[in-house]
């Protein structure tokens, strides 16, 4: 990574517009792993997401199974603290994420808790 990368700055276009560099937002999955508390927004929530959609696939599809394996294991635990936080995000306590625990129904109210904005901060 960069150095430009690791310092959050955004890169400034030739049309005066400016952007954040690709892909600058997916190692905070991985560093905040074991971080329940705070928030995460919709959309690197949703950025996070599909990346790690596109790696699984990838890796089911052209890679050995033990790869993979590897690869979704160690996604488990960064994953909860990700819902978590985007569950705390939209202005609910963590035990929403329990939803999980219902069959069919749970996880489509999970998802759709996890499309709505962002609460203001108490």
Same mark, same amino acid.
């Given at each position: 990574m960069t150095? &430009?990368?690791k310092s959050g700055k955004? =890169?400034?276009c030739e049309n005066g517009l400016?952007?954040?560099l690709? &892909?600058?937002f997916y190692?905070?999955?991985w560093t905040k792993a074991f971080d329940f508390e705070g928030r995460t927004k919709r =959309?690197?929530?949703w950025k996070i997401f599909l990346v790690n959609l596109v790696i699984g696939l990838v890796l089911s599809k052209f890679t050995p199974d033990p790869l993979y394996y590897l690869f979704a294991i160690a996604s488990i635990c960064p994953g909860i603290a990700m819902n978590v936080r985007r569950i705390r995000d939209t202005g609910?306590?963590?035990?929403w994420i329990l939803l999980l625990l219902v069959p069919i129904i749970g996880p489509l109210w999970l998802l759709w808790i996890e499309c709505q904005p962002s609460s203001v901060p108490e």
């Open positions: 150095a &430009l990368a955004r =890169i400034h400016s952007k954040s690709m &892909l600058d190692p905070q999955f =959309i690197d929530y609910r306590q963590w035990q």
